[in-house]
């Protein structure tokens, strides 16, 4: 049950134009998801954020970056988004980015795989790697010396970065998602 009653999208306080634009950063690296009418919107949550939108603002800003300017492949971005709603049991998180993390090229196979975590079969080091950096830092706020060694022989360090701050947007949605109750939107329900 919610206890933020997301606000219909004819009722958001004009200043949720900027907030939505503030998704956008000015150098995006990776294209932005289509716009179809079969794609989940994601208006529950937004409806939640209109409650703020200055914060929405400058959450969108840092989530945008995170999204669509990150120096990781969106595959990496999508594994890491899809283990923190694991981890943290945001079935909101999970549906909308299931649908993004296909888009972007994972197997529903391997998308399902992510709830099983980096020691399920068929994940490369890297990838083994990435999931297990999202337990250590949800659970501890620090990725152990083991984990670092396998992520930076692959990756630099504004990669290693993303990798922290992708987690921690994430993270920071999760506890919004479900401390206001944000329920899942009918366009994201397996049953509809």
């Not at 994940?123 to 620090?142: F, G, I, S």
């Not at 083991?146 to 504004?158: G, H, I, Q």
């Not at 366009?187 to 509809?192: I, V």
Request: proline content about 8%; hydrophobic content about 45%; charged content about 25%.
């Amino acid at each position: 049950m919610a206890r933020l009653d997301p606000i219909p999208p004819e009722q958001w306080p004009p200043a949720m134009r900027d907030a939505l634009a503030a998704l956008r950063p000015p150098a995006p690296t990776h294209p932005f998801p289509p716009r179809r009418d079969d794609r989940p919107k994601g208006l529950n949550i937004l409806g939640t954020l209109a409650h703020h939108p200055r914060l929405t603002t400058a959450y969108h800003t840092f989530n945008g970056q995170v999204q669509f300017g990150t120096t990781l492949t969106q595959r990496q971005r999508e594994l890491l988004v899809l283990r923190v709603a694991v981890v943290r049991d945001c079935e909101y998180e999970w549906a909308q980015h299931a649908v993004i993390a296909v888009d972007v090229g994972l197997g529903d196979d391997e998308v399902a795989r992510v709830a099983e975590g980096p020691d399920a079969t068929g994940w490369d080091p890297l990838e083994a790697a990435l999931l297990r950096a999202v337990d250590e830092l949800v659970a501890d706020a620090r990725i152990s010396d083991a984990t670092w060694e396998v992520l930076a022989a692959s990756l630099d360090a504004p990669q290693l970065m993303d990798v922290i701050f992708t987690v921690g947007a994430y993270e920071t949605l999760a506890m919004l998602i479900r401390s206001a109750g944000t329920e899942l939107d009918d366009d994201l329900r397996r049953d509809g």
